[in-house]
């Protein structure tokens, strides 16, 4: 699947989407206009030059204003992004260091897939109270995004299982469609609130009907609102539907890309359709969410067709999984009978948890991806041209107690925040002082300390190692105050301009930071689709290639052979004169980076791709190359590439 092409369907559906949602709101105003002019007409009144001239278009204006200002308000309260969804469906967030074994297991799956496809690790929520196999991400970007599950996929799924679902919420998260979801929110909630409004005068109607002097009026107005409202409601959630249908088999088929194995998400699917709950939702607000979730809220109705926001449950699973037979679900249903009884057994057993007994802690899992090389700690090694997650490498845990103390620092925040330092330190000493008193300035000497203690750890790790540490710290770095995140952006700026030479890794990891947490505390100004075409990037483009091929290459000639290789993909045609880049590249990259941001998919799909021509020409992946791919990618606000 082209994640690219995928985007084009999106913005297809995203266009139809405002397109059906616009025709509604019209046949809502013309239908409530109407209703005024027939009340107006029992009185003598829908001829004259007031009705036509002021009531009508002030009727429009105020159907308008209810319907825009309610769709507002409620995108307006998501606006700190997918973990506003989640906490409105009543989800508790997943700590870092939870202690709890099925919750760190749903950590260690999340943080696997999300280093694997290269995005920043997510909030996690749990619906504790949902025995329903279901899931699924929210939020405007991959910086804010957040993904929930059920205590059923818990209960229920195997890891593989886990993982395939966690998959396909990331799809989701990857392809921009969490944007769309939000917005489909706010606009049901805004027709609703017609009907809303309607019950109310209703109300209101029915005290005062039959009164001396009332002749109904606020009473038939009130029922026309609550009318148009279930109607328009109606209609809503038909388009909510079809927008949703429309991506969930590529979601699907993205969780399998993301995972390498048929068998986890196919085992989800056969699990939700064997078993009595499957995936519905007992949250009252279950409706809103619909379209985001991993598999129908509600149980198949009279409108199952119509309201569907998902293809046909046995669809998806012989797609995946052509030759199932309905008739084994007895035996799904029976096995997963027998595994529920063996877990309590189980919890009979065994003691629970307890600062005295704790259960030890197990890192994320090692990952065979091209976003990174492999786990913290982990061995090392070229990274593979495939990314995938592999699913059995959980278990294998960091020796070091150097790298063991490493990903603890990223279970809280402020630890998390000494780690960050810690990783862009220079190791030069000299550089490294004054740096440290830059951040012994900005957050006192406490923080230089641990910042200075951190860093000889972060010494003994393998190049690219830095960017797992990263990913993980993530989650907890967002939980800090705006005031505290935004001195530790500012200081951040402080402490990589301190070292006029920025590696390379430094860099990654530095502009990775920025734009990363910058999007989180600002999620509703996350871009969107740009316009540019290719040609009239050509000079960024054409260094940006440069700096990945000298980064990857052995000496000048390989380099220049990787520049020409990918020149041609992207210009074909054009003659371009390869140029050395200089030492102080990283200004140059940044701003390069920011005009290539405003490119249209489709142009960012050739750049991307002629990038990965450029790594492939000496056929091995170094570690620094797959750093800038990722940053380049980050920065495009693009996925990375699995294949």
């Known amino acids: 699947m082209d994640f690219f092409a995928q985007q084009a369907r999106v913005r297809g559906s995203s266009r139809r989407m405002v397109l059906l949602f616009a025709l509604a709101v019209v046949a809502i105003v013309v239908t409530v206009d109407m209703v005024v002019w027939v009340m107006m007409a029992r009185h003598g009144l829908a001829h004259t030059g007031w009705a036509s ?36 469906m009543g989800a508790v967030r997943v700590s870092p260091d939870t202690r709890d ?13 999300a280093i694997a496809s290269g995005s920043p690790v997510p909030d996690i ?58 917005r489909l929110i706010g606009l049901l909630f805004g027709i609703m609130a017609l009907a809303v409004i309607g019950r109310q005068l209703l109300n209101f109607g029915n005290v005062r009907f039959g009164r001396r002097g009332s002749d109904g009026r606020v009473w038939v107005i ?28 590529l979601a699907d088929v993205s969780a399998v890309q993301f995972t390498r194995q048929t068998q986890g998400i196919a085992g989800a699917l056969k699990k939700i359709a064997a078993l009595g709950d499957g995936s519905r939702l007992q949250a009252a607000n279950r409706h809103e969410v619909a379209h985001m979730l991993f598999g129908e809220s509600d149980a198949p109705g009279f409108f199952d067709g119509l309201y569907a926001t998902h293809p046909p449950l046995m669809k998806r699973i012989r797609s995946l999984d052509p030759g199932f037979r309905e008739s084994e679900l007895e035996t799904i249903f029976s096995a997963m009978q027998d595994a529920e009884a063996a877990r ?62 490493l990903i603890q620092a990223t279970k809280q925040p402020e630890s998390a925040l000494a780690l960050m330092f810690a990783i862009v330190l220079s190791p030069q000493e000299a550089l490294a002082t004054t740096q440290r008193r830059s951040i012994a300035s900005a957050f006192g000497d ?34 800090l105050p705006e005031g505290r995140l935004q001195t530790f952006l500012s200081t951040l700026e402080t402490v990589t301009r301190t070292n006029s030479q920025v590696g390379l890794e430094d860099y990654c990891l530095a502009r990775l930071m920025r734009l990363q947490l910058s999007e989180a505390l600002h999620p509703r100004s996350a871009p969107v689709d740009g316009q540019k075409k290719l040609p009239a990037c050509i000079a960024s483009a054409s260094f940006v290639i440069a700096i990945v091929a000298a980064h990857g290459s052995s000496d000048d000639a390989a380099a220049r052979r990787a520049w020409l290789l990918a020149m041609t993909d992207a210009f074909p045609g054009n003659a371009q004169v390869w140029q050395t880049p200089s030492l102080d590249w990283q200004q140059a990259l940044d701003r390069a980076l920011g005009e290539l941001d405003g490119l249209m998919p489709a142009a960012k799909d050739i750049f991307i791709q002629s990038l990965v021509r450029a790594i492939r020409a000496d056929d091995k992946i170094t570690p620094e190359e797959m750093a800038l791919l990722r940053v380049i990618c980050a920065s495009l606000h693009c996925v990375m590439p699995l294949h």
């Open 344 to 405: 309590a057994r189980a919890s009979e057993r065994e003691p629970e948890a307890s600062p005295s007994n704790p259960i030890p802690f197990t890192p994320v899992a090692a990952v065979v991806a091209a976003p990174l090389l492999t786990e913290l700690g982990g061995g090392g090694g070229e990274a593979s041209s495939a990314a995938a997650v592999s699913p059995a490498s959980s278990a294998a845990a960091v020796s070091p107690a150097s790298s063991a103390a």
């Open 125 to 182: 929520y749990l619906m504790q109270d949902e025995p329903g196999i279901n899931a699924f991400a929210a939020g405007y970007s991959v910086s804010d995004a957040a993904v929930c599950v059920t205590q059923g996929c818990l209960d229920n799924l195997t890891r593989d299982e886990l993982q395939g679902v966690i998959a396909h919420e990331f799809s989701h998260v990857l392809n921009g469609d969490m944007r769309l979801n939000i």
């Open 446 to 479: 406490d923080m230089q300390y641990a910042v200075a203690g951190l860093a000889e750890q972060v010494k003994s790790l393998a190049p690219g190692k830095r960017m797992s540490l990263l990913a993980l710290s993530f989650p907890v770095l967002k939980q």
């Open 53 to 88: 001239r002021r009531l009508l278009p002030l009727t429009t204006i105020g159907m308008l204003l209810v319907i825009g200002g309610c769709a507002m308000y409620r995108i307006m309260s998501l606006s700190s992004g997918g973990k506003a969804v989640a906490e409105s």
């Open 222 to 249: 009130g029922l026309a609102l609550l009318a148009v409202g279930y109607i328009g409601y109606f209609f809503g959630r038909l388009i909510q539907a079809s927008v949703a249908r429309s991506r969930e088999s």
């Open 101 to 113: 074994p099925q919750l760190r297991l749903l950590r260690n799956v999340i943080e696997e897939v």
